[in-house]
């Protein structure tokens, strides 16, 4: 739904059709458009027993694979927000960069810790505390009545304004339409797991990017074979590797003080293969749904690919 709330004129995926490439959408699993599963029903606990870890692992090379086993051609990736995080732990994995040609990153999140969303940072300040409040919930449905409630209870707060839900999460956006706003809002957000959620919380919490943190030492060597899950190191994405990544000033998730600290990881990066746009006015939901996001970021995003 991301990437076509706008006019045909104004969505990514139409621009780039219009522009004469093929254009493949993927969903997260979780999600409506992605629910099933060939043995697990979504009403069991087990098939929210997830995070981002699996979707770097799993589900990003397996959408590769298939749209690459499809057209016999690389592809060229574009992510924004979660996307940009499951891309670079992938990439850092050398998972699917063998199958594309280059990745434009919009909002890139990887680091986390100097967030400056209210909303955001009690949400991960909850999810790290035990998470008492959704005890037993794994699926994290937004539209759902627990987790209506474990949202209500954090715009209690006086400081965090519920009713401009989009602000409170992204930052101040300069450039999105009313319309466009209003039904993203009825489509988004999606389901994902709860899992998911405490992940990204311990990304904020413990300002490294890592593995999923199963909170003891005992059950860390468990699953991973060391007391404290292993980090990925995004040095090891291959410097030769084409990347666009756009970011924005205003934005309030992927902060450009977080965007730095993965820009220094890209520091031996080959210079004509990293292009880097900053976009003062942009906030984190400009990227996808700002009228001025064409002519802006993806005519420059348009270039890049023809460069590759």
Known sequence: ?????????????????????????????????????????????????????????YDLPATVD?????????????????????ALASFSQNKVVDKLRSAALLSPVAYLSHM???????????????????????????????????????CSDPAVDCYDLITSITGKNCCLNASTVGFFLKNEPQPTA?????????????????????GTPHFNMAHYGQPRPPVYN???????????????????LADPHDVGTLLDDLKLHNLDKLTIQFVKDFAHADFIMGITAKDIVYNAMLAFFKRQ
């Open 1 to 57: 739904m991301s990437w076509v709330v706008n006019s045909p004129s104004e969505s990514l995926a139409f621009v780039l059709a219009d522009n004469g490439f093929d254009v493949w959408i993927a969903n997260a699993r979780g999600t409506r458009f992605s629910s099933k599963h060939s043995s697990l029903d979504p009403t069991r606990p087990e098939y929210w027993n997830w995070s981002w870890d699996e979707l770097a692992a």
């Open 66 to 86: 298939f749209v690459h086993g499809q057209t016999g051609q690389k592809l060229h990736y574009v992510g924004h927000s979660m996307g940009t995080l499951v």
């Open 116 to 154: 400056t969303t209210l909303l955001g940072m009690l949400a991960a300040k909850a999810f790290v505390g035990e998470m008492t409040t959704l005890a037993g919930i794994a699926e994290f449905n937004p539209k759902g009545r627990d987790v209506a409630e474990f949202l209500k209870a954090l």
């Open 194 to 214: 709860t899992k998911n959620m405490v992940h990204l919380a311990q990304t904020v919490r413990d300002g490294v990017l890592s593995k999923y943190d199963y």
């Open 234 to 252: 995004l040095t090891a994405i291959p410097n030769d590797f084409p990347i666009f990544l756009s970011y924005g000033g205003q934005d309030a």
